[in-house]
């Protein structure tokens, strides 16, 4: 989750007065969710600090509804922030069941307008897999949110086969998301004065792509659908050079597992993006997918920059914008006309 410089009070006002936005009935495929019961829930157990939640996770569903009107989004799959560390596997669960409850109440009280992730620590493999059974099998989940590594181990790793295994019998959309990189100081900027999720985070997200293709994670798990947020991080700007250079991987990496899994992948457009000409010469329209990143994106940033950059960027056609602010994800996610 960005841990950007915004206020709650900003990004209310910022939804204000403005027009709402153009092509209506968008899918938002990142949108951020920090639910109010596992706040208190961790506070008490001292697992976490409010005042040092960003401010935007304070945010509640009326202003999530306010944002989505406006910027013309039907329906929204919340990626469910739990940011603590557990110091059991059973407190772990508690924390996952809290925030799965939290989000069926907010996808009931509001219907169409809601989806959500489940929340997957890989680490634990147990408490994932048990997350994978209760959210998919048992609650309606659409599908199930990673992060890029944990504690320096990536995407892609044998150690987490199990849990894939299981997602692969589900038929899983896998969520993906960058955090800050290995090694790193929890809230520290690794440069000064340039926060985190201006670029760690794509490289986080790069690095965890390279290590699916580089472990060939979409020929193991061929049923699973991965989303790569933020367009893909550096990963089409440096598809050429993965592809020329592979071989000094380890093991190494043939240029076409490059080109097949670069076009596997599905990206959101969450950032925002930049012009898509890169991308889409390596990668179908139809594996684009819209997302808007609030609330840690301010409302603003998205209403007056993002969509705005997206609706006019030539290298889109009127009939792929259609795909991305909506077909697409429908085709991904069936269920997402039935919530």
């Known amino acids: 989750m960005e841990e950007r410089p915004t206020s709650a009070a900003h990004d209310v006002a910022a939804l204000g007065p403005v027009e709402t936005h153009g092509h209506q009935a968008k899918i938002d495929m990142h949108h951020h969710y920090c639910a109010p019961q596992w706040r208190e829930w961790a506070e008490h157990h001292g697992l976490v600090k409010r005042e040092q939640l960003p401010p935007w996770a304070q945010l509640d569903t009326d ?7 406006r910027a013309g989004v039907a329906t929204a799959v919340l990626k469910p922030m739990l940011p603590a560390r557990y110091p059991s596997s059973a407190q772990l669960r508690e ?32 408490a994932s897999s048990w997350a994978v059974r209760r959210g998919l099998g048992q609650l309606g989940a659409v599908g199930v949110n990673v992060t890029a590594n944990y504690g320096g181990v990536y995407l892609g790793d044998p150690a987490y086969d199990r849990v894939f295994h299981e997602l692969n019998d589900h038929h899983a959309v896998v ?38 293709i580089s472990r060939r994670t979409l020929d193991r798990f061929p049923d699973i659908s991965v989303i790569l947020p933020h367009a893909g991080g550096f990963l089409p700007s440096i598809a050429t050079r993965m592809q020329a250079l592979g071989r ?64 006019a960027d030539p290298a889109f056609t009127p009939e792929q914008l259609q795909g991305i602010y909506h ?11 039935t919530v």
């Open 63 to 69: 202003a999530a509804i306010g944002f989505m009107d």
């Open 95 to 126: 924390a996952i069941n809290i925030t799965l409850q939290s989000m069926i109440e907010v996808a009931n009280s509001h219907p169409g307008r809601f989806a959500f992730y489940v929340p997957l620590f890989l680490d634990d493999p147990d």
């Open 175 to 212: 969520d993906t998301h960058p955090h800050n990189l290995p090694g790193c100081p929890p809230g520290a900027m690794t440069v000064p004065g340039i926060p985190n999720f201006m670029c760690d985070f794509l490289l986080d997200t790069t690095r965890a792509a390279a290590n699916m």
């Open 248 to 311: 000094f991987c380890d093991p190494p990496v043939d240029p076409g597992a490059v080109r097949d899994h670069l076009q596997r992948f599905y990206y959101d457009t969450a950032g925002p993006m930049a012009p898509a000409a890169t991308l889409l010469t390596q990668v179908p329209a139809d594996r684009l997918l819209f997302g808007t990143d609030w609330p840690a994106a301010p409302a603003d940033t998205v209403t007056d920059f993002a969509l705005p950059a997206l609706d």
């Open 327 to 337: 077909d697409n994800a429908l085709r991904l996610i069936p269920q997402l006309a």
